[in-house]
C-alpha cells in the first residue's frame, strides 16, 4: 500500500502494519475495560449512598434479593459462644488486626446471619485472641448488607491446620467455610453493624471499591494515550521521502 501525502510517500510494511493494529486494538480494549471498571466503581459507591437513606426490615426479602448495602434491622440473640475472626483484616488506619464475626440467630428464622462487629486489634501475639465477648440476649440490630470480605487472589484453605475451638480464626472464607464452621446454613452476605450499634468494636465502613474509580479512569487515559503516541509513531516511520526522479513522482 502507496499513498501520497505531500512530498512524502505512505508506505507502511505488513508485518508494522499488523503488529501496530494488533498493539492499538490491545490499548484500546485495556482502556475501555478500566473506563467500565471506573463505572462500576461509581455505581458501587451510588449504591453505598443509597443503602443509608432507608432501613427495611430483613424479612421484607430474602437477603440474596435486597441491594447490597441495604440497612436492614433484625431482632434475634447472638450466639457468643461460635464466633468468627476474620485474620488479615487491616482497620481504618491500617494497623494488624481481625473483624469478628458473631453469628446471630433471628427471631424470624431463616438462615444464621453473620454480623460484623467491628474490628479489634491483633495484641501481643497470635496465640492470645482478643476478648470478643457478648451476650445473647434479644434484641434488635440495625446495619447494612454486605458480602464477605475477598482477596485479590484466593489461596489455600481459610483455616490453618491449629486453628481449633473458638472464636475461630479463618483467613477470607466464603458463605461455604462459614457453614461448614457452623455446622449449619449461613447467608451468604454478612451484616455490618451500625458505628453507634452498642456491643461493637471499630466501625468505619466503606464501600468495598479497592482503588477508587478515578485511578481507573487515569489508567484508562494512560491506555488510549500509549495507543495514541503509538498511532503516530507508527505513521512517521511510514512516511517516506519522495523521489523526484521516478516515474511515480511525475
Given at each position: 500500500m502507496r499513498l501520497r501525502v505531500g512530498s512524502r510517500w505512505f508506505a507502511p510494511r505488513p508485518w508494522a502494519l499488523a503488529l501496530t493494529l494488533a498493539l492499538l486494538a490491545c490499548f484500546v480494549a485495556l482502556g475501555s475495560w478500566?473506563?467500565?471498571r471506573s463505572r462500576e466503581k461509581q455505581a458501587l459507591?451510588?449504591?453505598f449512598e443509597r443503602g443509608d437513606t432507608n432501613t427495611v426490615p430483613l424479612s421484607v426479602a430474602p437477603v440474596n434479593q435486597l441491594p447490597r448495602y441495604q440497612r436492614v434491622s433484625t431482632s434475634g440473640r447472638y450466639e457468643?459462644?461460635?464466633?468468627?475472626?476474620l485474620d488479615n483484616m487491616p482497620s481504618s488506619t491500617g494497623r494488624a488486626g481481625y473483624r469478628v464475626l458473631t453469628p446471630f440467630r433471628r427471631a424470624d428464622g431463616g438462615p444464621v446471619l453473620m454480623v460484623d462487629r467491628g474490628w479489634v486489634p491483633l495484641g501481643l501475639d497470635r496465640s492470645r485472641l482478643p476478648d470478643v465477648r457478648v451476650d445473647g440476649s434479644l434484641r434488635t440490630v440495625t446495619g447494612r448488607l454486605d458480602g464477605l470480605p475477598a482477596p485479590g487472589l484466593r489461596m489455600g484453605s481459610p483455616r490453618s491446620p491449629d486453628a481449633v475451638g473458638w472464636p475461630l480464626v479463618l483467613n477470607f472464607p466464603v458463605?461455604?467455610?462459614?457453614a461448614a464452621a457452623l455446622d449449619e446454613p449461613v447467608e451468604n452476605r454478612i451484616l455490618l453493624l451500625d458505628a453507634d450499634a452498642p456491643d461493637g468494636f471499630e466501625r468505619v465502613w466503606r464501600p468495598s471499591i479497592g482503588a477508587p474509580a478515578e485511578r481507573h479512569l487515569g489508567y484508562a487515559i494512560q491506555w488510549f494515550a500509549l495507543g495514541l503516541v503509538l498511532l503516530v509513531a507508527f505513521v512517521a516511520t511510514s512516511l517516506q521521502p519522495g523521489n523526484p526522479g521516478t516515474e511515480d513522482d511525475r
Amino acid at each position: 500500500m502507496r499513498l501520497r501525502v505531500g512530498s512524502r510517500w505512505f508506505a507502511p510494511r505488513p508485518w508494522a502494519l499488523a503488529l501496530t493494529l494488533a498493539l492499538l486494538a490491545c490499548f484500546v480494549a485495556l482502556g475501555s475495560w478500566q473506563v467500565s471498571r471506573s463505572r462500576e466503581k461509581q455505581a458501587l459507591v451510588q449504591a453505598f449512598e443509597r443503602g443509608d437513606t432507608n432501613t427495611v426490615p430483613l424479612s421484607v426479602a430474602p437477603v440474596n434479593q435486597l441491594p447490597r448495602y441495604q440497612r436492614v434491622s433484625t431482632s434475634g440473640r447472638y450466639e457468643p459462644g461460635r464466633q468468627v475472626l476474620l485474620d488479615n483484616m487491616p482497620s481504618s488506619t491500617g494497623r494488624a488486626g481481625y473483624r469478628v464475626l458473631t453469628p446471630f440467630r433471628r427471631a424470624d428464622g431463616g438462615p444464621v446471619l453473620m454480623v460484623d462487629r467491628g474490628w479489634v486489634p491483633l495484641g501481643l501475639d497470635r496465640s492470645r485472641l482478643p476478648d470478643v465477648r457478648v451476650d445473647g440476649s434479644l434484641r434488635t440490630v440495625t446495619g447494612r448488607l454486605d458480602g464477605l470480605p475477598a482477596p485479590g487472589l484466593r489461596m489455600g484453605s481459610p483455616r490453618s491446620p491449629d486453628a481449633v475451638g473458638w472464636p475461630l480464626v479463618l483467613n477470607f472464607p466464603v458463605a461455604a467455610d462459614l457453614a461448614a464452621a457452623l455446622d449449619e446454613p449461613v447467608e451468604n452476605r454478612i451484616l455490618l453493624l451500625d458505628a453507634d450499634a452498642p456491643d461493637g468494636f471499630e466501625r468505619v465502613w466503606r464501600p468495598s471499591i479497592g482503588a477508587p474509580a478515578e485511578r481507573h479512569l487515569g489508567y484508562a487515559i494512560q491506555w488510549f494515550a500509549l495507543g495514541l503516541v503509538l498511532l503516530v509513531a507508527f505513521v512517521a516511520t511510514s512516511l517516506q521521502p519522495g523521489n523526484p526522479g521516478t516515474e511515480d513522482d511525475r
